[in-house]
Every structure is written in C-alpha cells, then in structure tokens.
C-alpha cells in the first residue's frame, strides 16, 4: 500500500520559516514526480511547488507566482522524500498542505498525481 506521509507543519508567526517533508512508502518514487500544494480554510486546493528528475541529478522545480522566491522544493531520491522549505511566511500561506507524487505524470494540477498524504496544518499568525 502506497504511503505519504508529511510532517513539520505547525504555528509560526509571519516572517518565520518552517520545512515540510514527506515520505514515501509502499512504492519508490525516486525517478517520479513529487509537488505539495495546499487548501486554505474555506477555499480549494491550489498548486504550490513540483520537482521532477530531468537526467541524473538535474531536476527542475516549479512554483505558484504567490511563494516564489520564498518557498524551495527539494527531494532526498535515497529517502524518497520531498521536503518543501518556507520562508518569510506569510497570514495567507495557512493552509492545509499535503504532498503529491506520480511515477509519469507531472504537473500543477491536482489530476496530474495518482497519491496524496493526508496533509499537515501550517499556521502563520499576524
């Protein structure tokens, strides 16, 4: 059975910086795609950030225009865990985050990703 599972959310005031991982299990994803996106209270899910392996270790990452420059999509292919580092955050990056991974497809749409974790809170107080 196909596992993520993401950790590191919490309570930080703006300004602060938190990292978000996640791991996977059940199946490797080492040469796949992997990207968080999160759902704010009472809005929809939206794309924050995708990591895909081009050739070896080179890999390309994308982001959403709102946490670029702030936000940094990593992964560990021997952990096959992706991290996602925050910083300068901000009220309105409280959200539920969760963590996405396909073996073929990528992209930064939720339909583009076949698993999902169950999310971990990230709450940015003023």
């Known amino acids: 059975q196909v596992q993520l599972v993401e950790s590191g959310g919490g309570l930080v005031q703006a300004g602060g910086s938190l990292r978000l991982s996640c791991a996977a299990s059940?199946?490797?994803?080492?040469?796949?795609?992997m990207a968080w996106f999160r759902q704010p209270p009472g809005k929809e899910r939206e794309f924050v950030a995708a990591h895909s392996w081009i050739q070896g270790n080179a890999y390309s990452a994308d982001y959403a225009d709102s946490v670029k420059g702030r936000f940094t999509i990593s992964r560990d292919r021997a952990k096959d865990t992706v991290y996602l580092q925050m910083n300068s955050l901000k009220v309105e990056d409280t959200a539920t985050y969760y963590c996405?991974?396909?073996?073929?497809?990528?992209?930064?749409?939720?339909?583009?990703?076949?698993?999902w974790g169950q999310g971990t809170q990230v709450t940015v107080s003023s």
């Open positions: 059940g199946r490797t994803f080492s040469n796949g795609n």
């Open positions: 996405a991974a396909s073996s073929t497809r990528k992209g930064a749409r939720s339909y583009d990703y076949d698993y």
